[in-house]
């Protein structure tokens, strides 16, 4: 899906984790954005190195982004790579704790919920 996206936007390296995180792309990290960017558009947000991180829209067209404060917000954050994981985690994570303060061993719990 990222390689027929359109409109695309990189974030440099230490924005990655805040955009991960489910925060808005600031100015400050974004190390480029496709020319002629409408605002109010969605776009596929970047790591540097080419790995595609999610989904956002513009809050702000290209020609904006240039003379915008670097605390300004340039993309709204939509949805990430990681939000499908976080909820088999956070399951997994109350597994172990349910587990655990009923006196079991939390990995012979992880190794069922694997089988």
Same mark, same amino acid.
């Given at each position: 899906?990222?390689?027929?996206? /359109? /409109? *695309?936007?990189? +974030?440099?390296? =230490?924005?990655?984790? *805040?955009?991960?995180? @489910? #925060?808005?792309?600031?100015?400050? @990290? ?5 020319? #002629? &960017?409408?605002?109010? &558009?969605?776009?596929?947000?970047y ?9 956002? +829209?513009?809050?702000? =067209? ?15 954050? *939509?949805?990430?790579? @990681?939000?499908?994981?976080?909820? +088999?985690?956070?399951c ?11 006196? /079991?061993?939390?990995?012979?719990v992880?190794? *069922?919920? #694997?089988?």
């Amino acid at each position: 899906m990222s390689m027929h996206a /359109l /409109l *695309q936007i990189w +974030v440099k390296p =230490s924005a990655e984790m *805040q955009y991960m995180y @489910g #925060n808005h792309v600031l100015k400050s @990290g974004l190390g480029r954005i496709t020319e #002629n &960017t409408p605002a109010y &558009t969605g776009v596929v947000i970047y790591s540097m190195s080419d790995i595609p991180l999610g989904f956002g +829209v513009t809050a702000k =067209s290209t020609a904006d982004c240039r003379k915008m404060d670097p605390s300004g917000i340039v993309v709204f954050h *939509q949805a990430d790579v @990681g939000e499908a994981l976080r909820p +088999v985690l956070l399951c997994r994570l109350i597994l172990c704790f349910v587990s655990w303060s009923e006196g /079991l061993r939390p990995s012979s719990v992880l190794l *069922q919920v #694997n089988t």
